[in-house]
């Protein structure tokens, strides 16, 4: 979502102002006869995470963790510029709003006493299953 201002609006607490964000636009490869050899329709979208001033140092340090120094988005889906922008502009806070998100810490268990039973009944079943399909060594023909 663009704000009138031109402003990415990636979550209640970060907005990555127009200003932070460079576009490049160049030929799209593929089919698409005369158009696509006169149409810059190609995206590039960087943004620098490094020197930006709209994230705090915590954002900072989690999405140069997670992405890099540079967050770097081409889109090449659609024939129309406008769309590949709108396109680069989502995975771009897309990824922003993934590399931001805390997620909950798994605490490892050990398997129950049921669950190993029945994993092993099951390896016991396919043994017996498999020895059952085994020819007889004492009867040849």
Same mark, same amino acid.
């Given at each position: 979502?663009?704000?009138?201002?031109?402003?990415?609006?990636?979550?209640?607490?970060?907005?990555?102002?127009?200003?932070?964000?460079?576009?490049?636009?160049?030929?799209?490869?593929?089919?698409?006869?005369?158009?696509?050899?006169?149409?810059?329709?190609?995206?590039?979208?960087?943004?620098?995470?490094?020197?930006?001033?709209?994230?705090?140092?915590?954002?900072?340090?989690?999405?140069?963790?997670?992405?890099?120094?540079?967050? &770097?988005?081409? +889109?090449?889906?659609? #024939? =129309?510029?406008?769309?590949?922008?709108?396109? !680069?502009?989502?995975?771009?806070? $897309?990824?922003?709003?993934?590399?931001?998100?805390?997620?909950?810490?798994?605490?490892?268990?050990?398997?129950?006493?049921?669950?190993?039973?029945? &994993?092993?009944? +099951?390896?016991?079943? #396919? =043994?017996?299953?498999?020895?059952?399909?085994? !020819?007889?060594?004492?009867?040849? $023909?």
């Amino acid at each position: 979502m663009v704000d009138v201002s031109g402003d990415l609006v990636v979550t209640r607490w970060l907005t990555i102002p127009a200003g932070e964000l460079r576009w490049r636009f160049s030929g799209s490869g593929g089919p698409g006869g005369q158009h696509a050899n006169t149409s810059n329709t190609k995206v590039m979208l960087t943004w620098n995470i490094e020197t930006s001033e709209a994230l705090t140092d915590f954002q900072r340090t989690r999405l140069v963790s997670e992405l890099g120094p540079v967050m &770097r988005v081409v +889109a090449v889906d659609e #024939r =129309s510029q406008s769309r590949n922008r709108d396109i !680069a502009l989502e995975r771009l806070r $897309d990824r922003v709003r993934a590399a931001l998100a805390v997620r909950a810490y798994r605490r490892p268990t050990a398997p129950t006493r049921s669950s190993v039973a029945r &994993r092993l009944a +099951a390896k016991h079943q #396919r =043994s017996e299953r498999k020895t059952e399909r085994r !020819a007889d060594p004492g009867t040849e $023909d």
